[in-house]
């Protein structure tokens, strides 16, 4: 086995550069961009749920910090959520971009300062002076915190200025929306040919109809659900189930069951995803099943187990307006079958 002190200086220094560049460098940019993310969160209307430091974790439950060891990591996390002791923003995407903006070119701010330390290495360096094996891992460490600055910025540059500029960022900001504000009706959704932008493939239009059926099914618009669920179906009743398009099919189920009753359709549906659906133990799942076996096959018993079961779980697995649409459903059967 080589001997790290019998290889030639040129790639122990090689060596020591890289470590620089890729480990030093990628620990500490991860670590001053969380340090911005506190310190703009509530300027941009965010509050901080937690914050791993290495694998110290600093949580706030009711105005008050814990902190707790999990494990060892060479990374930083910061846990942002949306202050709701505050107006619910139209727009999550804008104030996100904001926060990530003023996060990045912060952090391209300290970089281009750390670079400015290193100039005399780079002067040195290039004038083909010798130098340190520390100055030349604090030269890799300099470059390397500014390549990875830049290479965020074109990554957000993209995300914010071309990929979610059109009919993405619109159905993401709705997303974003759903998981703060207490109603289906506070999103105020239209049909999808009124909107300004156009989706381009069938996966984004049944992405943006299942959130607006939720929404015409919290306003009691019945015969416009039809209509999409029925569009709906004919987009996936003959092609293969894609993991992404899960709540289609939940909502399909549901749809068949409980507003146009049909065991063939709803059987379809069910008989399609059921790898996925039987294993899945958010109350949504639990839902959709207990509304197909009461309206379907007049199972009282399986029905209001599975009602049980949705909603021991439902503040575990959602928020917002899901976690209130859920448990009004979910009581409403339960009510009933009471």
């Known amino acids: 086995m080589t001997n790290l002190f019998t290889l030639p200086l040129f790639l122990i220094k090689v060596m020591v550069f ?16 969380v340090v911005f993310q506190i310190l703009y969160a509530d300027k941009y209307g965010f509050k901080i749920r937690s914050f791993n430091l290495f694998g110290l974790i600093f949580s706030k439950n009711n105005n008050h910090w814990r902190k707790k060891f999990d494990k060892l990591t060479p990374f930083c996390h910061c846990n942002l959520t949306l202050d709701l002791e505050k107006p619910i923003p139209k727009d999550t995407l804008k104030i996100q971009k904001g926060l990530i903006y003023s996060e990045r070119f912060s952090t391209l701010f300290i970089c281009i300062l750390i670079n400015a330390l290193a100039a005399n290495q780079f002067i040195s360096w290039y004038k083909g002076e010798t130098l340190s094996l520390i100055e030349i891992l604090f030269l890799g460490f300099s470059t390397g915190m500014l390549f990875h600055s830049i290479l965020h910025i074109g990554s957000s540059i993209y995300l914010f200025e071309v990929m979610w500029k059109g009919f993405l960022g619109y159905l993401q900001n709705k997303y974003d929306m759903l998981k703060y504000c207490e109603r289906y009706e506070y999103l105020e959704l239209e049909p999808l040919e009124n909107l300004p932008y156009k989706p381009k493939l069938d996966c984004e239009i049944l992405l943006y109809n299942l959130l607006y059926v939720n929404y015409l099914y919290s306003i009691n618009k019945i015969e416009e ?9 004919d987009i996936v009743w003959e092609r293969d189930y894609l993991l992404p398009e899960t709540g289609v099919y939940y909502w399909l189920i549901f749809y068949y069951s409980e507003i146009e009753p049909s065991k063939e359709l709803a059987e379809k549906f069910r008989e399609k995803i059921w790898a996925t659906l039987s294993k899945d133990n958010d109350s949504n799942a639990k839902r959709v099943l207990a509304y197909y076996f009461y309206r379907l096959y007049k199972d009282k018993a399986k029905a209001k187990t599975l009602l049980d079961e949705g909603l021991s779980t439902i503040d575990k697995f959602s928020m917002g307006a899901e976690r209130v649409f859920e448990k009004e459903l979910l009581l409403k059967l339960k009510n009933e079958i009471e």
């Open 18 to 33: 890289i470590t620089g560049f890729l480990f030093f460098a990628t620990i500490l940019i991860n670590v001053v961009a």
């Open 225 to 233: 659900i039809k209509k999409i669920s029925h569009e709906m179906t």
